[in-house]
Structures are given as C-alpha cells and as structure tokens.
C-alpha cells in the first residue's frame, strides 16, 4: 500500500514540476486512440478528466489521479453502456449510482486540490465511464470513456 501511496506522491511532485516549468498538467498531448495500459495516471479538474490511456486489458487497473481543479472532486469507475457524458442524471443533478444500466465499481471518495490518490481495482471487458458525479459535476463534462479488453 505504501508503494501506491509513493506512486500518488511522485506523480503529484512531477505535475508541479511541469507547472513550475510551464508545461500544462492537464494536457497529455496526443495520445494515440490504442494507447492500451493497465496503470493509468491522470487529473481531474473544472471540467474534465484526462487520463494517460483510454484503454486496457482485462484484470487489475490502476489509477493514480490527481485533482489539478480548484475544487474538491471525485473519482469513479462506472460500468455502462450508456454513451459517454449520457448517463440520465436525476433531480439533484447527480446520477443514481445503483441505477439501472449502471455499476459503480469503486471510486476515489471527494478529495482536496492539489491531492492525489490511487484506485486499484479488476475490472472484466466492457465500456466504462472514468467521472466525478458531485452535484453538476458530470453535466459540466467531468467525465472520459474507458474501455477494457
């Protein structure tokens, strides 16, 4: 577990490192669409996502992300087919997390800016939705597809 927590640390002092630099946190550049890895790194900020790769193979994942927002946010593994950003969100502006078409696999409960965590979890083939489901959050576009295979 400490090597996990380590993982969180080093990638938030490098992020500083290329703010101090000039270099954009928030941008990966461009990454090819078949980018497939099992260890994904990213941020999550106002009002987006950005992960390292979109894809990856059936087993364990992990996700080491850091909140480059302004705000608290949080960090949840959704299984749908519903189409990315499509999820129906109910009268409190969030999604029902035990709704129909979607599973909730596991999450990085709301944590502060200028943080960083890390999410271990198996996930089976299928398509996800990589989001942040705090009241607004979604429908402003904190989300990203994610697929395993």
């Known amino acids: 577990m400490k090597n996990f927590r380590l993982i969180g640390v080093l990638l938030l002092t490098a992020s500083f490192a ?3 630099c ?3 946190p928030t941008n990966f550049g461009t990454l090819p669409a078949d980018t497939v890895s099992n260890k ?3 941020n999550v900020h106002e009002w987006g996502i950005d992960l390292s790769a979109q894809k990856a193979t059936e087993g364990e994942v992990i996700f080491a992300i850091a909140n480059f927002g ?3 946010h949080e ?3 959704v299984k749908t087919d519903y189409e990315v950003g499509q999820i129906p969100l109910g009268e409190n502006n969030r999604f029902d997390e035990e709704g129909e078409g979607v599973e909730a696999i ?3 409960k709301e944590f502060p800016i200028n943080t960083s ?3 271990t979890v198996n996930l089976e083939a299928g398509n996800y939705q990589l989001l942040c489901n705090i009241a607004g959050h979604y429908k402003n576009g904190m989300y990203a597809a994610f697929t395993v295979e």
Do not use: H, K, P
């Open 22 to 24: 000039g270099a954009d």
């Open 70 to 72: 302004t705000i608290a």
């Open 75 to 77: 960090f949840i593994v």
């Open 18 to 20: 290329l703010v101090s």
């Open 40 to 42: 994904i790194t990213g």
């Open 106 to 108: 596991n999450e990085i």
């Open 117 to 119: 965590e890390v999410l």
